[in-house]
């Protein structure tokens, strides 16, 4: 492996990791109602700026991978605001897309992923009794 190599990879993934997370705040404070809309604008907007971005310095190329971090971002979520609900049951879709049935409007569902924890607040009524340990 060259030094070089390393570093292009590294730079290169941390400029999707911003994209990525950039995308995800920008869907969350921009001021439309409607996902769908909001989530192609999104995608368009990185599809063009990753379309128009010149890889002629380390700046651009940097900008250029975190629009296409946008874009897929952005095309994870709508396909799995559209198909989420239909491949439910799909465990390679499930897997794939992340968790399909939480949304942003129950949003400790949606970042909760697989965790099967118990939806009913149960409570258990126990004695009490003191321990002590002695050494």
Do not use: C
């Amino acid at each position: 492996m060259k030094k070089k190599a390393i570093e292009q990879t590294l730079v290169r993934a941390s400029a999707l990791t911003v994209g990525a997370a950039t995308s995800r705040v920008v869907a969350d404070k921009l001021p439309i109602k409607n996902k769908h809309l909001k989530r192609g604008a999104l995608v368009l907007s990185g599809l063009l700026g990753a379309a128009f971005i010149e890889r002629n310095s380390t700046s651009k190329a940097f900008v250029q991978d975190m629009a296409e971090g946008v874009v897929a971002t952005q095309a994870a979520y709508w396909i799995k605001d559209v198909l989420g609900e239909k491949f439910k049951e799909n465990s390679l879709v499930t897997t794939a897309l992340g968790n399909p049935v939480g949304s942003y409007s129950n949003p400790v569902e949606f970042r909760m992923g697989y965790a099967n924890l118990n939806q009913e607040q149960n409570t258990i009524d126990t004695s009490y009794q003191d321990v002590t340990f002695e050494m």
